[in-house]
């Protein structure tokens, strides 16, 4: 007996390996599932110019990572003691506008050489809400907690989306025509829009990304809006704001992201190198110093083996923690 619906997840054509090159751009859920990638020692790349929460955004923030175009000051907008970037998420920011300038610059070139040799793109379209600045009727990625008085809200239409997006993907296989294009919902709620303006937004996002795939077989969707709604329907699977996933929804949908991108290999060797990152964050609590000096050598003897089987694993830093790990 079911007491749940199950969300089909089928096997990618392209599976993920560790000799692959994985990009994330979009919402939050985006970096929740590239930091996953980071666990596991992974090539990946999350977000490039912060979150990015509607399709505009994040298309045009692909169009100058491809470009390769840098920013200049006058591109910059100065408000309350800071110079930022309506293209970026507040990450960006600073007081001082030749260090933000530099830390946009150094994403850009970064991502257009990463996008390159990219074998993967995942897009999470979080909201088809967007504003506009009045002063120049532009889509901005962040509204960098200026009074929205300076801003146009708008609903955008699936069309306008599909079309905009058409465009990058041709744009995108010029670039690099072996890349993999993964299209997903955000199962992270926007309430700022209401309950209603949420799941407008939200259809109309799942409605364009229908239409996108459906016309390019090169095109593929993950369902994790879905396993969010019809496998985790409780409010237990969300954080304390009700709004952003808790980790326990997390690792449920990375687990499916994994069966479906990962081959039982690399899942094999992912499971191995996670247990290892994630040991460098544990706070050791023995006091008996032979304790602590046999869990060292214990994890430096799993890193030797990996690094043996696996060279292309960089396991330096986790090889550093543990060998300046002595005890009392």
């Known amino acids: 007996m079911e007491f749940r619906t199950k969300v089909q997840k089928l096997p990618a054509k392209e599976k993920i390996s560790f000799s692959s090159h994985v990009i ?32 505009m955004s994040a298309a045009r923030a692909l169009e100058i ?26 990450s960006f ?12 610059n150094n994403s850009i070139s970064e991502a257009h050489n990463f996008l390159k040799s990219a074998t993967h793109l995942f897009i999470t379209f979080g909201t088809a809400w967007v504003y506009r600045w009045k002063d120049n009727n532009e889509v901005v990625a962040n509204c960098h907690k200026i009074p929205a008085t300076r801003f146009n809200r708008q609903l955008l239409k699936t069309e306008d989306i599909v079309n905009l997006w058409t465009r990058i993907v041709s744009g995108l296989r010029v670039f690099n025509n072996r890349l993999n294009i993964v299209f997903t919902t955000s199962p992270v709620r926007h309430m700022k829009d209401g309950a209603h303006g949420n799941q407008v937004s939200k ?11 459906s016309g390019d077989v090169n095109l593929s969707y993950f369902p994790s809006y879905e396993i969010m709604l019809d496998e985790l329907r409780d409010y237990r699977f969300y954080d304390k704001d009700l709004v952003h996933l808790s980790d326990t929804a997390i690792e449920y949908i990375w687990e499916g992201f994994r069966e479906t991108y990962f081959s039982a290999d690399t899942s094999a060797i992912y ?11 544990h706070i050791v609590t023995s006091d008996e110093k032979e304790d602590i000096i046999k869990f060292r050598n214990s994890m ?10 696996h060279p292309f694993i960089d396991l330096d830093a986790e090889e550093k923690y543990f060998n300046n790990l002595t005890g009392k």
């Not at 859920?29 to 990638?37: L, P, V």
């Not at 990572?65 to 507040?90: A, P, Q, V």
């Not at 259809?203 to 795939?213: G, K, M, N, P, R």
């Not at 430096?300 to 089987?309: A, Q, V």
């Open 300 to 309: 430096l003897e799993r890193i030797r083996k990996i690094k043996n089987e």
């Open 93 to 104: 920011s600073s007081r001082n506008y030749e260090r933000s300038l530099e830390k946009i």
């Open 65 to 90: 990572i491809m470009s390769g175009k840098l920013f200049r000051r006058e591109e910059l907008y100065f408000y309350e003691n800071k110079y930022l970037s309506f293209y970026h998420d507040t």
């Open 271 to 281: 499971d191995r190198v996670s247990k290892i990152t994630e040991a460098t964050r």
């Open 24 to 55: 994330f751009i979009g919402s939050c859920f985006a970096e929740d599932i590239g930091r996953q990638f980071l666990n596991g020692k992974m090539k990946v790349l999350i977000n490039p110019f912060g979150v990015l929460y509607n399709p």
């Open 203 to 213: 259809s109309t996002l799942v409605v364009a990304i229908e239409e996108l795939i």
